[in-house]
């Protein structure tokens, strides 16, 4: 079920061969050749995008299927988990260099899965196509479990594109470690004016036993102001301690044996200060920050363990180590000249994040703050550390209900989603193919070896490879992530996928297995990294140099018959639209006003969702939703969910008479039309009029009409599939974020950007120089 669910991901059909022979990776070369002479697939029709309007598939797009014999393609894993940007190899990098298109692997390794465990290897003792002989590097000739050099098709991984191993001991560089939960928590003046720290101990109280762990598991709470706070939880207490740190320049542990307690022996102390906490700091007039103090007491009390640490922040730390000044200038926000401060301002965090992950600690901030945080510098805490940022610009406990509803939806799924300690991940392929440049939050501990003090089913990590060798004596190459954890409940495990792909040697071959999706996630990472380390306009104009080089490669090296127009091959249709919609997007936009943290988050986000919802965030997906009908519906656990076509992101598309849901990943905008009909109104909204739709409606009412119960199914089932909570606003013409809405028409022209009609025109201009 899982696999149709994501707009713009869906399980992989194979472009229908027209001619219906085999593929051409099942003939020797020359026939291979002739068959595609005879027949174009559809992957390489020939598309005039200048004449071609609507392009956009009415239904998500499938990641493109590589060319392979059956028996091959059902070793690959699910696109969802690894996918690479060309599903054909090309023999060589000076092939690849004439194609002008990246070649790279997006992982989502970790992503919830039924996943086969395999105790040993003999349960696996199914013989594989000859093909596969060829793939098989030295290394995959050693069997970890029987731990002998052999027949490499007996092993596991190469018979299941996922698989699972229970580790042996040598595995191990010391016994498992238990789960360890450290909460860090900002009581400023500032963070008690939010009201978060109600939300934050009422869902920790609310999930506690859902905590992932054992008997061994730890937990320990750290609050900060212009002091450190410990809390002293030991058994046998009548209640908290807790214990002020003031010299924060000399950060010391108190009480360094009942910080960090037992959860199943300690749960009612941990359970009373969860009660208590608020309270405590009600009335506070502390308005300073030392986070900076605060991590690297955390540190301290994690390091002889290992763990993960939640750190909560609402202002920008302004005491002690790692104190930071405002570097935002509220009137540079619109500039359309290079923006400034992307990179961290002191290397504080970066320094003790990778302490942490020498010490398999993973720090994960949540930033929830109405002012300037400066989160290109605090990310890095996570960033290195394998950890994850959250982000809730101006949050508050009343004025912004959307944003707490959000935080504690988010916050459940975070206490209680899986979790993997003091992990590493190795992405090998076949000899002749290397990896140079990771995407993601981790360390890199040597030239292929991924630090990841935690790792969790919601991280995405890409990698950028070139062909270093010619693969002319091989037909496929394969990759393979292999992924070392342990469990939370103290197992050592190995889980490894596998992808297989074709070698060719034309570039026809190569442009027909491009995956425009994949190619435009990697760009996105890519442009992210040259914005930091060069300049933003720098990385614009290398996103637009990537959609007119591959298709002057095409147009100079594919086509066969030259004509007018802007020529794409279909499976590259989308990608000046993909290509645009980055530009427009919050990460890389000029000329509108974008705060500087909003920016840089969406940065960070480009490089760690997986591919799936990082798309989303590229380029949303708009329905209409007043006329929904159960035509075409998915029937989901007894729910009918409909399907409404996917419409294009222009104005032009929608109408004064109805409703629009806009599904941009991390936020959903659900726009009604000003003549919008009375029955939506009164039967999904519960309102009389448009004029009585309420100012700031983030829930739908739950009533008993078919017409409600079809729109909250839909916008349930979208919420569903995705591992963190969009919320959604209910938009007149008049709310503040109808401009958030219409910035994200990308196909329309604004002040500041080209419509998608005039970046086709411009591309063209390029490409015919």
Same mark, same amino acid.
């Given at each position: 079920?899982?696999?149709?669910?994501?707009?713009?991901?869906?399980?992989?059909?194979?472009?229908?061969?027209?001619?219906?022979?085999?593929?051409?990776?099942?003939?020797?070369?020359?026939?291979?050749?002739?068959?595609?002479?005879?027949?174009?697939?559809?992957?390489?029709?020939?598309?005039?995008?200048?004449?071609?309007?609507?392009?956009?598939?009415?239904?998500?797009?499938?990641?493109?299927?590589?060319?392979?014999?059956?028996?091959?393609?059902?070793?690959?894993?699910?696109?969802?988990?690894?996918?690479?940007?060309?599903?054909?190899?090309?023999?060589?990098?000076?092939?690849?260099?004439?194609?002008?298109?990246?070649?790279?692997?997006?992982?989502?390794?970790?992503?919830?899965?039924?996943?086969?465990?395999?105790?040993?290897?003999?349960?696996?003792?199914?013989?594989?196509?000859?093909?596969?002989?060829?793939?098989?590097?030295?290394?995959?000739?050693?069997?970890?479990?029987?731990?002998?050099?052999?027949?490499?098709?007996?092993?596991?991984?190469?018979?299941?594109?996922?698989?699972?191993?229970?580790?042996?001991?040598?595995?191990?560089?010391?016994?498992?470690?238990?789960?360890?939960?450290?909460?860090?928590?900002?009581?400023?003046?500032?963070?008690?004016?939010?009201?978060?720290?109600?939300?934050?101990?009422?869902?920790?109280?609310?999930?506690?036993?859902?905590?992932?762990?054992?008997?061994?598991?730890?937990?320990?709470?750290?609050?900060?102001?212009?002091?450190?706070?410990?809390?002293?939880?030991?058994?046998?207490?009548?209640?908290?301690?807790?214990?002020?740190?003031?010299?924060?320049?000399?950060?010391?542990?108190?009480?360094?044996?009942?910080?960090?307690?037992?959860?199943?022996?300690?749960?009612?102390?941990?359970?009373?200060?969860?009660?208590?906490?608020?309270?405590?700091?009600?009335?506070?007039?502390?308005?300073?920050?030392?986070?900076?103090?605060?991590?690297?007491? /955390?540190?301290?009390?994690?390091?002889?363990?290992?763990?993960?640490?939640?750190?909560?922040?609402?202002?920008?730390?302004?005491?002690?180590?790692?104190?930071?000044?405002?570097?935002?200038?509220?009137?540079?926000?619109?500039?359309?000249?290079?923006?400034?401060?992307?990179?961290?301002?002191?290397?504080?965090?970066?320094?003790?994040?990778?302490?942490?992950?020498?010490?398999?600690?993973?720090?994960?901030?949540?930033?929830?703050?109405?002012?300037?945080?400066?989160?290109?510098?605090?990310?890095?805490?996570?960033?290195?550390?394998?950890?994850?940022?959250?982000?809730?610009?101006?949050?508050?406990?009343?004025?912004?209900?959307?944003?707490?509803?959000?935080?504690?939806?988010?916050?459940?799924?975070?206490?209680?989603?899986?979790?993997?300690?003091?992990?590493?991940?190795?992405?090998?392929?076949?000899?002749?193919?290397?990896?140079?440049?990771?995407?993601?939050?981790?360390?890199?501990?040597?030239?292929?070896?991924?630090?990841?003090?935690?790792?969790?089913?919601?991280?995405?990590?890409?990698?950028?490879?070139?062909?270093?060798?010619?693969?002319?004596?091989?037909?496929?190459?394969?990759?393979?992530?292999?992924?070392?954890?342990?469990?939370?409940?103290?197992?050592?495990?190995?889980?490894?996928?596998?992808?297989?792909?074709?070698?060719?040697?034309?570039?026809?071959?190569?442009?027909?297995?491009?995956?425009?999706?994949?190619?435009?996630?990697?760009?996105?990472?890519?442009?992210?990294?040259?914005?930091?380390?060069?300049?933003?306009?720098?990385?614009?104009?290398?996103?637009?140099?990537? /959609?007119?080089?591959?298709?002057?490669?095409?147009?100079?090296?594919?086509?066969?018959?030259?004509?007018?127009?802007?020529?794409?091959?279909?499976?590259?249709?989308?990608?000046?639209?993909?290509?645009?919609?980055?530009?427009?997007?919050?990460?890389?936009?000029?000329?509108?006003?974008?705060?500087?943290?909003?920016?840089?988050?969406?940065?960070?986000?480009?490089?760690?969702?997986?591919?799936?919802?990082?798309?989303?965030?590229?380029?949303?997906?708009?329905?209409?939703?007043?006329?929904?009908?159960?035509?075409?519906?998915?029937?989901?656990?007894?729910?009918?969910?409909?399907?409404?076509?996917?419409?294009?992101?222009?104005?032009?598309?929608?109408?004064?008479?109805?409703?629009?849901?806009?599904?941009?990943?991390?936020?959903?905008?659900?726009?009604?039309?000003?003549?919008?009909?009375?029955?939506?109104?009164?039967?999904?909204?519960?309102?009389?009029?448009?004029?009585?739709?309420?100012?700031?409606?983030?829930?739908?009412?739950?009533?008993?009409?078919?017409?409600?119960?079809?729109?909250?199914?839909?916008?349930?089932?979208?919420?569903?599939?995705?591992?963190?909570?969009?919320?959604?606003?209910?938009?007149?013409?008049?709310?503040?974020?109808?401009?958030?809405?219409?910035?994200?028409?990308?196909?329309?022209?604004?002040?500041? /950007?080209?419509?998608?009609?005039?970046?086709?025109?411009?591309?063209?201009?390029?490409?015919?120089?």
């Amino acid at each position: 079920m899982q696999a149709a669910t994501q707009p713009y991901t869906q399980a992989p059909q194979p472009y229908q061969q027209p001619h219906g022979g085999p593929g051409p990776a099942q003939l020797s070369p020359s026939l291979a050749a002739m068959s595609l002479q005879s027949s174009t697939p559809e992957a390489l029709r020939v598309v005039n995008l200048l004449q071609e309007r609507n392009l956009l598939p009415p239904t998500p797009i499938p990641a493109p299927a590589p060319c392979l014999p059956q028996d091959l393609q059902k070793l690959n894993c699910n696109p969802e988990v690894f996918r690479c940007t060309l599903t054909s190899i090309p023999q060589t990098q000076s092939l690849l260099n004439k194609a002008k298109m990246p070649l790279g692997l997006l992982l989502h390794p970790f992503k919830d899965l039924s996943v086969n465990t395999s105790p040993s290897v003999s349960a696996y003792r199914k013989s594989i196509s000859h093909h596969c002989t060829l793939l098989f590097p030295e290394e995959f000739m050693y069997n970890p479990v029987s731990r002998s050099y052999g027949e490499p098709h007996k092993r596991p991984e190469v018979q299941n594109a996922t698989i699972e191993f229970i580790a042996p001991s040598e595995y191990m560089l010391r016994p498992p470690q238990p789960a360890v939960y450290l909460f860090v928590l900002d009581v400023s003046h500032n963070a008690v004016e939010t009201g978060y720290l109600n939300v934050f101990c009422q869902s920790l109280l609310e999930n506690i036993n859902a905590l992932p762990g054992d008997s061994r598991t730890k937990v320990g709470f750290i609050t900060f102001d212009s002091t450190i706070h410990f809390y002293n939880l030991q058994e046998g207490l009548s209640q908290p301690q807790m214990l002020i740190v003031s010299d924060i320049e000399d950060i010391f542990l108190p009480t360094p044996d009942s910080l960090l307690v037992n959860l199943n022996e300690c749960k009612e102390l941990v359970q009373d200060l969860l009660k208590s906490l608020p309270n405590l700091f009600e009335k506070t007039m502390e308005t300073q920050s030392a986070l900076g103090s605060a991590l690297q007491a /955390a540190f301290k009390l994690l390091s002889p363990t290992g763990g993960r640490m939640s750190v909560f922040q609402t202002q920008l730390p302004n005491l002690g180590v790692g104190a930071l000044q405002s570097r935002e200038d509220p009137n540079q926000r619109a500039s359309a000249k290079d923006i400034q401060h992307l990179s961290p301002a002191t290397d504080f965090y970066k320094k003790l994040a990778l302490d942490c992950s020498g010490q398999q600690v993973a720090v994960d901030l949540f930033l929830l703050s109405a002012q300037y945080c400066d989160l290109a510098s605090l990310g890095c805490i996570s960033r290195y550390s394998a950890g994850s940022v959250y982000y809730y610009p101006s949050y508050h406990h009343q004025h912004n209900p959307a944003q707490v509803e959000r935080f504690q939806k988010d916050l459940k799924r975070y206490l209680t989603r899986k979790i993997g300690f003091e992990a590493v991940m190795r992405i090998r392929c076949t000899k002749g193919l290397s990896i140079h440049t990771f995407h993601g939050n981790f360390f890199v501990r040597s030239t292929d070896l991924l630090s990841l003090p935690n790792v969790n089913p919601d991280a995405g990590f890409a990698v950028q490879m070139s062909i270093e060798e010619n693969l002319d004596e091989m037909q496929v190459v394969s990759f393979q992530a292999a992924l070392l954890y342990t469990s939370s409940k103290g197992e050592r495990r190995i889980r490894v996928h596998t992808l297989c792909l074709p070698v060719v040697s034309s570039l026809s071959d190569i442009f027909s297995g491009a995956d425009v999706q994949a190619i435009t996630g990697l760009l996105a990472c890519m442009a992210v990294d040259r914005s930091v380390t060069a300049s933003l306009s720098d990385a614009r104009d290398a996103m637009t140099n990537a /959609a007119i080089d591959s298709l002057t490669s095409y147009r100079q090296s594919v086509l066969t018959i030259q004509q007018p127009g802007l020529l794409a091959p279909a499976c590259l249709r989308l990608f000046p639209l993909f290509i645009l919609a980055l530009l427009k997007q919050k990460a890389f936009r000029t000329g509108t006003s974008t705060r500087l943290d909003d920016r840089v988050f969406a940065m960070c986000q480009l490089k760690y969702q997986p591919l799936a919802y990082a798309m989303l965030m590229i380029h949303p997906a708009l329905y209409r939703v007043d006329d929904l009908t159960d035509e075409g519906a998915l029937n989901i656990n007894e729910r009918t969910i409909p399907q409404p076509r996917v419409l294009q992101l222009s104005v032009e598309k929608l109408s004064r008479e109805g409703a629009f849901l806009m599904d941009a990943g991390i936020v959903m905008y659900l726009w009604i039309g000003r003549n919008c009909h009375p029955n939506f109104l009164t039967q999904v909204l519960g309102v009389p009029s448009y004029a009585a739709v309420p100012d700031n409606l983030y829930l739908l009412p739950e009533l008993d009409t078919a017409e409600s119960q079809r729109t909250r199914a839909f916008i349930g089932w979208l919420r569903d599939q995705r591992p963190f909570y969009p919320s959604l606003h209910v938009i007149r013409d008049e709310s503040q974020l109808k401009a958030s809405f219409m910035q994200n028409m990308i196909e329309d022209r604004t002040e500041s /950007a080209l419509s998608y009609y005039e970046f086709l025109l411009h591309l063209q201009q390029q490409i015919s120089k």
